[in-house]
């Protein structure tokens, strides 16, 4: 599930001020102006094998 996805089903039966911290988090977390301008995609792959 994604983010958006997530603070859709975490606010659905929210009041209007959870609501809005469900939407500021969101936003500090996947804003262009914030975190989610550095922090898009992370991969995480197994160890690389040597020799």
């Given at each position: 599930?994604?983010?958006?996805?997530?603070?859709?089903?975490?606010?659905?039966?929210?009041?209007?001020?959870?609501?809005?911290?469900?939407?500021?988090?969101?936003?500090r977390?996947?804003g262009?102006?914030?975190?989610?301008e550095?922090?898009?995609?992370?991969?995480?792959?197994?160890?690389?094998?040597?020799?």
């Amino acid at each position: 599930m994604g983010l958006l996805e997530r603070a859709g089903s975490l606010g659905a039966d929210a009041d209007d001020g959870a609501r809005q911290a469900i939407s500021d988090a969101v936003e500090r977390l996947a804003g262009s102006d914030a975190m989610g301008e550095l922090f898009k995609v992370m991969k995480v792959l197994p160890a690389a094998k040597t020799g």
